[in-house]
Structures are given as structure tokens and as C-alpha cells.
T-cell receptor, first 113, second 113 residues
Framework: DAGVIQSPRHEVTEMGQEVTLRCKPI?????LFWYRQTMMRGLELLIY????????DSGMPEDRFSAKMPNASFSTLKIQPSEPRDSAVYFC???????????FGPGTRLTVL | GENVEQHPSTLSVQEGDSAVIKCTYS??????FPWYKQELGKGPQLIID?????GEKKDQRIAVTLNKTAKHFSLHITETQPEDSAVYFC????????????FGKGTKLSVKP
């Protein structure tokens, strides 16, 4: 299995631009998680889906952030408009529903200038 | 909600020595406690986990202990090697949360040859 796939690996953009991060979970997994990692705040859960349905989005920082999971093999995290404080590494993880082991992707390093 | 505290934030040991990382949690209903290892430029990877019906679990050079009464759990690495150098994260969750992990802030372990 290829594991969790994220794209792009690196993104540099200017303040005010729209940013879209993409994730393909492990085939057969039906839970998907988006995390943000910074030095100051560590690993923060932004949102997670079970069977493509958002279950808990309480970690989404503000309305500028949105996430979708149109099908079992694809999810996006969008930031519009982006701000310098959004600079971080964003991880996607997936797991089997009812199981706890989360498998993380390699992350997307986002820099907003 | 759950809060996970992790100590120390940095740990430096000589190759061959043991390393211990400790975590405490606040939610007595938490019953799943995984440990993740994150190498530079990569996503966290599960290295060992323990459930609340078990007090200790070992896997070669790594072991985890759990004290439910005191609400703390620890990671023990024996005979450390330079390749053990990484950031280690503890986490906690309830089974009914369907995988909503709360992570500690991480411990940067350096193993000096």
C-alpha cells in the first residue's frame, strides 16, 4: 500500500491567496483526520471525517478554513484567504472506523508570505 | 475535554543508555494511549500503543507502562541508538470518540554516539 498521500509537499503563497491541500487516505480506511503542526502549538486536530461525513470540526480555527471529503478516497483542506499565521505543516491521517491507529501522510509545509 | 501533558520537552542521552518520556492525561474515560515517532521531514508514525486494560506492553527495545489510577503513562526505550533520535508524541483518546486523539507537545530525543 502506498500509505496516505498528500499534495503538494510544499506550498509557498502570498497573503490573501487561496490554498488547497489534498489528501488520499489508505484504501479501505473510512476515517480521515486533518492536523496542523507548529512549534508553538504542537499537533492540533482541525477536523475529522467518518465515512466521508464531518464528525468534529471544532478545531478549525476560523471560517477561512474549510474541508471536504467528496468520496472515500479524497479530501481537501482549503484556506481562503490565507494569512501568514497559517504557515505550518498540515498532516492528513487515516484509520479504520472503530480502530484507533492513525496513519499519517508526509505532510504539506505551507508558507504564507 | 482531554488534556495531555508530556515531559520532558527535550532529552539527550548517550548511545546505549535508556530514555524515559512521561505523559499525564486528565480524562479518566480515556482508554487508548499510543506513542508516535516523528523523524525530520516526515509524518508521525505509530511505534507502540496500550489500552487501559493492560498495565505494560513491550516490543523489543521499547515498552510502555500505564497507571490508570494516577492517569499517567510512560515510554521506555532501552539500549538507545542514534536512529532513535526523533520527536516522540504521546496521545490519548476514548474509544467512543472514534479515534479523536489528543496529543502531547512532544519530546525531542537526541541520542549521542
Amino acid at each position: 500500500d502506498a500509505g496516505v498521500i498528500q499534495s503538494p509537499r510544499h506550498e509557498v503563497t502570498e497573503m490573501g491567496q487561496e490554498v488547497t491541500l489534498r489528501c488520499k487516505p489508505i484504501s479501505g480506511h473510512n476515517s480521515l483526520f486533518w492536523y496542523r503542526q507548529t512549534m508553538m502549538r504542537g499537533l492540533e486536530l482541525l477536523i475529522y471525517f467518518n465515512n466521508n461525513v464531518p464528525i468534529d470540526d471544532s478545531g478549525m480555527p476560523e471560517d477561512r478554513f474549510s474541508a471536504k471529503m467528496p468520496n472515500a478516497s479524497f479530501s481537501t483542506l482549503k484556506i481562503q484567504p490565507s494569512e501568514p499565521r497559517d504557515s505550518a505543516v498540515y498532516f492528513c491521517a487515516s484509520s479504520l472506523a472503530g480502530g484507533h491507529t492513525q496513519y499519517f501522510g508526509p505532510g504539506t509545509r505551507l508558507t504564507v508570505l | 475535554g482531554e488534556n495531555v501533558e508530556q515531559h520532558p520537552s527535550t532529552l539527550s542521552v548517550q548511545e546505549g543508555d535508556s530514555a524515559v518520556i512521561k505523559c499525564t492525561y486528565s480524562d479518566s474515560a480515556s482508554n487508548y494511549f499510543p506513542w508516535y515517532k516523528q523523524e525530520l521531514g516526515k509524518g508521525p508514525q505509530l511505534i507502540i500503543d496500550i489500552r487501559s486494560n493492560v498495565g505494560e506492553k513491550k516490543d523489543q527495545r521499547i515498552a510502555v507502562t500505564l497507571n490508570k489510577t494516577a492517569k499517567h503513562f510512560s515510554l521506555h526505550i532501552t539500549e538507545t541508538q542514534p536512529e532513535d533520535s526523533a520527536v516522540y508524541f504521546c496521545a490519548a483518546s476514548r474509544s467512543e470518540s472514534q479515534g479523536n486523539l489528543i496529543f502531547g507537545k512532544g519530546t525531542k530525543l537526541s541520542v549521542k554516539p
